[in-house]
């Protein structure tokens, strides 16, 4: 266990559904992020929140949505989806936005939609 | 724009056995770190090792080393007497030493057999 805790651990939605993923972090951090790991390709950081304002949209469909309530949770929030967006959602924290620290993760959450 | 590239998709080892997975990146930047990061089947991924640019000498964790070529821009890992828990997908990953930012590889899946 990293101390980040995601879910669930497995979603599957229709593309008219509307669902969230939930992310809570018991590190302390300051900072947290949303990635989707896509087969195949690289991790692709979606968005950056630190001290709870958002700091990186990485030119993200507005289908999916974030919200960070406090520095501890992390939410996603999904609607309309399209099957391309099926991927596994990472959640990951720090104990600050800077360079060389540690990222701690979660476990993912795998989606599907269909 | 940086890029980490892992030209090994898959690889294999046999338990207590030495095995190297290439990385090696793109950076017009002096100052950087390199991390390597283990997602085992429980998706949750781990920071394994980690190397700051500017320090010459390799990093070393228990049975984890790296192979810091700064000149080629190479960061490969070492897994020394590997266990069959060494299963996993491995990603390198760059940050760039003015941002948080991590670009990740697309990953190496190793298997560790009996």
């Known amino acids: 266990e990293t101390g980040v805790t995601q879910t669930p651990r497995h979603l599957v939605m229709g593309m008219t559904n509307k669902k969230s993923l939930k992310c809570e972090q018991h590190l302390g951090h300051n900072a947290m992020y949303w990635y989707k790991q896509s087969a195949k390709k690289p991790l692709e950081l979606m968005f950056v929140y630190n001290f709870k304002e958002q700091t990186e949209n990485n030119s993200v469909p507005s289908r999916f949505s974030p919200e960070c309530p406090n520095s501890s949770h992390l939410f996603l929030h999904l609607h309309t989806l399209q099957p391309e967006d099926s991927a596994l959602y990472l959640c990951?924290?720090?104990?600050?936005?800077?360079?060389?620290?540690?990222?701690?993760f979660g476990q993912g959450t795998r989606l599907t939609v269909v | 724009a940086q890029t980490v590239t892992q030209s090994q998709p898959e690889m294999s080892v046999q338990e207590a056995e030495t095995v190297t997975l290439s990385c090696t990146y793109d950076?017009?930047?002096?100052?950087?770190?390199l991390f390597w990061y283990k997602q085992p089947p429980s998706r949750q991924m781990i920071l394994v090792i980690r190397q700051e640019a500017y320090k010459q000498q390799n990093a070393t964790e228990n049975r984890f080393s790296v192979n810091f070529q700064k000149a080629a821009k190479s960061f490969s890992l070492k897994i020394s007497d590997s266990q069959l828990g060494d299963t996993a997908m491995y990603f390198c990953a760059y940050q760039r030493g003015s941002n948080y930012k991590l670009t990740f590889g697309k990953g190496t899946l190793l298997t560790v057999n009996p």
């Open positions: 990951a924290s720090s104990q600050e936005l800077t360079m060389n620290t540690e990222a701690f």
């Open positions: 950076t017009s930047e002096s100052n950087y770190y």
